[in-house]
């Protein structure tokens, strides 16, 4: 721990900031304050953006901003302001553009030199404190630039308006737009199997990230066209990374992407919005294809995030760090000697040869566990059945997981952010409906109360962000649309009308702040918010999908469940909006692909009415059919306000199970029994 006096982020609420704030750096937030310094000295900006669960940002802490001399030349020759990605993902949006534009490539820490004025004209990453392996070094390029900044200023600015214009051109330019066809998806589909890996699963070598995304194109596609190739990388993938090292084997939940191909090594952060989705994909795959073992990760994550990810006022906290006690990894890996040692002799045996621990062990002497064979093979290479080796390795791991937590673990970020727990409030809503498990449902109903009346300005707009007890920051567009696609979600689960109204309301507010008429797109950033030096437009996808095509999505799914026409024009707009973006770089458009397939249709509506109609919703629920909407009121649900109007004049006839079949709300004549319900299901296509 540093023993320097508390900097300007002492007040601050981020971990991350919180870190810095004993560095001997004369550190500022972001804000007006440093720029009115910058400007009164007339130096530049150094601008360092990371996030608390990353690796290298603690790194070049440790070497350079608690490096007294390195501190010294920051402070003497730059104003320096440090930031939470997380926390100001608009701020880190534009300058890691900055950042690409200049190096070809990016990432965390990002370090950029910016004009008084905020315009970047340098940057990189991470820089070790001295030269070392081709890489300047930090201390060099602070000197560098301050020779540059004090002799050929006039470069320096001219450099930034550049860059500004070209970061301006790249959120607002226009490609050739693509018809909305099958076709769109076809090319879509036929780029990810390209790029499938299929041997290993996933998309490319290494790094291996887990793109939930485009597993999802790859199902609909599948589904859409019946290519079962599509499906198979899937399954491959799914298999591969709940077998790996990227997957927690003992509390669940997945690190934030393998280094290796095979999935084994993890970067070890434990990023809420990878859960979220990956959840959300694993349970479509349980949906397509009745593996039970999709369904066992599902709740293996969704309970690790109850038990180690949820705070009291019951919102999802953000992220555990990779590193404890200064070390990588650490809290995860294992001996052979700890399993030898904690299990009986047999148990033992059975965990290390199933999750493959050795003496050597697999990464840096340690051992992460993975397995790399079915159980069901294992159990005979064992000589015991598949089901005495499973309840003997819940018992093990039942064993090892309270040994683990007590030891020092990895830090944890407890942001609350409204964009990540909208897309967790999804995934508990859908496994609480999918599963039939309502302590997802109950999760999700006292996640989205919270938001709601906690993190809602009495204007109906959103913060960003909670910490501390304290809100932060406008909400961003990314906010808005993950809150209402998970009250979507939530209605869809519940039949509870006020989370229906609630999403309408908030998708009145986003429309109201973001929405561009005249370019029928959507900025990230609110209308009332700062002015910064290019107004961000985002359409790819990263960690999470962006902001744009979760719009798109939110407003086709809840026009869908309302019969609001209008929503699903306008999210047709944006869609034609980005469609050629979707046509040249389908991997990075992911999420807009999903919003297709809901939009080219056909679409259907299913209520089921009675009183006993379990079993065919239980069925129903987990099959895959993504362009379905299925409704299982009760009497009394059907007779409150506030309901959807696909829900209205239906009722169960002649005291038997009911199933109306509806497409945009027009129905067929209703299903009256169980016998012919049945008939009609068993020739469904759709």
């Known amino acids: 721990m540093s023993t320097h006096p508390p900097n300007r982020l002492a007040d601050e609420t981020s971990p991350y900031l919180l870190q810095h704030a004993h560095n001997p750096v004369d550190w500022f937030p972001w804000g007006d304050e440093a720029f009115a310094a910058a400007r009164e000295r007339n130096v530049p900006i150094f601008l360092s953006v990371g996030y608390s669960a990353c690796h290298w940002c603690h790194v070049m802490e440790r070497e350079s901003f608690e490096h007294d001399q390195i501190a010294a030349l920051m402070n003497q020759w730059f104003v320096n302001v ?55 070094g930090f201390a060099d390029i602070l000197q560098k630039i301050h020779q540059y900044w004090e002799e050929h200023r006039d470069e320096c600015l001219a450099k930034g308006a550049e860059l500004v214009t070209a970061i301006d051109q790249l959120h607002h330019h226009e490609q050739e737009k693509s018809p909305l066809q099958e076709d769109l998806l076809r090319h879509a589909q036929h780029r990810l199997m390209q790029s499938a890996d299929m041997q290993e699963g996933g998309f490319g070598h290494a790094p291996k990230f887990p793109h939930p995304s485009d597993l999802r194109v790859l199902l609909r596609s599948w589904r859409r066209f019946g290519q079962v190739e599509s499906r198979n990388v899937v399954t491959l993938t799914l298999d591969k990374m709940a077998d790996g090292g990227i997957y927690d084997h003992l509390a669940g939940g997945f690190a934030r992407y393998a280094t290796d191909r095979f999935w084994l090594v993890p970067h070890f952060e434990k990023m809420l919005y990878d859960n979220s989705q990956l959840a959300t994909v694993y349970l479509e795959g349980y949906q397509a294809t009745g593996n039970d073992r999709y369904a066992e990760v599902v709740r293996e994550t969704l309970d690790f995030v109850l038990r180690d990810m949820t705070s009291p ?20 890996v294992w001996s052979e000697a700890e399993v030898d040692e904690l299990l009986e002799a047999k148990a033992a045996e059975w965990f290390k040869h199933v999750y493959n621990v050795s003496a050597e062990g697999n990464w840096e002497g340690h051992n992460i566990l993975h397995r790399t064979k079915p159980l069901q093979e294992l159990a005979g290479e064992l000589g015991t059945d598949r089901e005495t ?33 909208g897309l967790m409030l999804s995934a508990f809503a859908q496994a609480g409906r999918i599963l039939g498990d309502d302590r997802y449902t109950q999760a999700a ?88 030096v290019v107004r961000v437009r985002d359409r790819y996808d990263s960690a999470i999908p962006s902001g744009t095509n979760l719009a798109i999505h939110a407003l086709l799914k809840l026009g869908w469940i309302v019969g609001r026409e209008d929503y699903v024009t306008r999210a047709g707009d ?59 009121p009760s009497e009394a649900q059907l007779e409150q306000p506030g309901q959807s109007p696909l829900l209205s004049g ?32 068993e020739s469904s296509t759709l």
Request: aromatic share 10%; proline share 5%; glycine share 8%.
């Open 574 to 632: 944006c869609l034609d909006n980005v469609s050629g973006t979707m046509r040249q770089q389908p991997s990075g458009m992911g999420q807009a692909h999903v919003a297709l397939d809901l939009l080219l249709g056909p679409t259907e509506e299913f209520i089921l009415c009675g009183e006993d109609v379990a079993e065919t919703a239980t069925q129903l629920q987990r099959e895959f059919a993504p362009r379905r909407l299925l409704f299982t």
């Open 650 to 681: 239906k009722s169960a006839q002649n005291g038997q199970p009911t199933l109306y079949v509806c497409q945009k709300g027009a129905c067929q004549q209703p299903l009256i029994g169980d016998e012919t319900i049945r008939a009609h299901l």
């Open 313 to 332: 006022e019951h919102g999802f906290y953000s992220t555990l760090d990779a590193d404890s006690e200064g070390v990588e990894g650490k809290f995860y």
């Open 82 to 136: 440090k930031v939470d990605r997380e926390e100001r993902p608009d701020v880190d949006q534009i300058y890691m553009t900055a950042v690409q534009l200049v190096t070809g490539q990016g990432g965390w820490p990002m370090s950029v030199f910016l004009a008084p004025t905020g315009e970047p004209f340098y940057g990189g990453t991470y820089w070790p404190p001295t030269s070392r392996h081709g890489m300047p």
């Open 389 to 421: 080796l499973s309840a003997s390795l819940t018992q093990s791991r039942e064993v090892l997981l309270k040994v683990r937590e007590q030891r020092i673990w990895p830090g944890r970020d407890e942001k609350i952010i409204v964009a990540w727990n």
């Open 445 to 532: 109903c006292k996640a989205a109360d919270f938001l709601l009346s906690t993190l809602r300005r009495d204007n109906g707009s959103l913060w960003h962000c909670r910490k501390d007890g304290r809100n932060r920051f406008n909400g961003f567009l990314d906010d808005y649309a993950c809150l209402i696609d998970g009250l979507n979600d939530l209605y869809l689960t519940t039949l509870e009308p006020k989370y229906l109204q609630e999403a309408l309301s908030l998708t009145d507010v986003m429309q109201r702040l973001f929405y561009d008429d005249d370019q029928k797109a959507f900025h990230y950033t609110p209308s009332d918010h700062e002015e910064l």
